[in-house]
């Protein structure tokens, strides 16, 4: 009789066990989110003449399959697959816009860079549409391809006075989603370190 007065009351105390945890408030996250944080700091270098002209970074576009916040990636070619617990904190171009628009700023090339949306006037445009962003693991160890077009657009006249299309690939240190998430900083960085130069070169600067 005591054995199964324990046993019973051992039931007890599990069942309150699971019933506290169901009501915890404490959630256990369902999906990890990364982010892009990327960005070009300012140079110590001296800027010989500085521009008065503006710069509006419009917001980036993405093509079909990558303007969403699933985190993309190769397994076989021509299909492209989504991590289901691992998940960009937004989607990859609406990310990239803060970032470009520092790391800009930072050269101090321009009288003022500003975001969209902006209502203003500004001399140039920046428009980007991200073309590619995903993990390949069609390769050993996985690597990051990131692909992004640029257009350098004159406001007054509409006409798109440069134009470039960057493709970064970066070697994944881990096969893993992290480990492409690092890849995928690190790309970034590498675009813009790339951007910054090409586009002050383009705007004749």
């Known amino acids: ?21 169901s009501c915890s408030p404490v959630s256990i996250p369902n999906s990890t989110t990364y982010q892009l944080t990327s960005v070009v700091p300012p140079s110590n270098a001296s800027v010989k003449k500085p521009s ?17 916040d699933k985190m993309a ?36 090339q321009f009288s003022a860079v500003t975001e969209a949306p902006f209502s203003g006037f500004t001399d140039l445009r920046l428009d980007t549409t991200l073309l590619e962003l995903h993990q390949n693991f069609l390769t050993n ?24 299309r960057f493709s970064i690939t970066v070697p994944a240190l881990q096969n893993t989603p992290y480990g492409g998430v690092q ?17 002050p070169e383009a705007s004749h600067l």
């Open 1 to 21: 009789m005591i054995k199964l007065h324990a046993h019973f009351m051992m039931g007890i105390l599990v069942l309150m066990a699971v019933l506290i945890t």
């Open 52 to 68: 008065n002209q503006s710069l509006l970074v419009s917001l980036p576009q993405a093509t079909a399959g990558y303007d969403t």
């Open 73 to 108: 990636y190769i397994l076989h070619p021509y299909e492209l697959g989504y991590f289901t617990k691992n998940q960009w904190v937004d989607e990859p171009r609406r990310m990239l816009e803060p970032l470009i628009a520092e790391s800009l700023q930072n050269t101090h």
């Open 141 to 164: 160890p996985s690597q990051v391809e990131l692909v992004v077009d640029v257009r350098l657009v004159k406001c007054s006249s509409q006409r798109i006075i440069a134009g470039k």
């Open 183 to 199: 890849a995928a900083n690190q790309a970034v960085a590498i675009f813009l370190q790339q951007l910054i130069k090409f586009i």
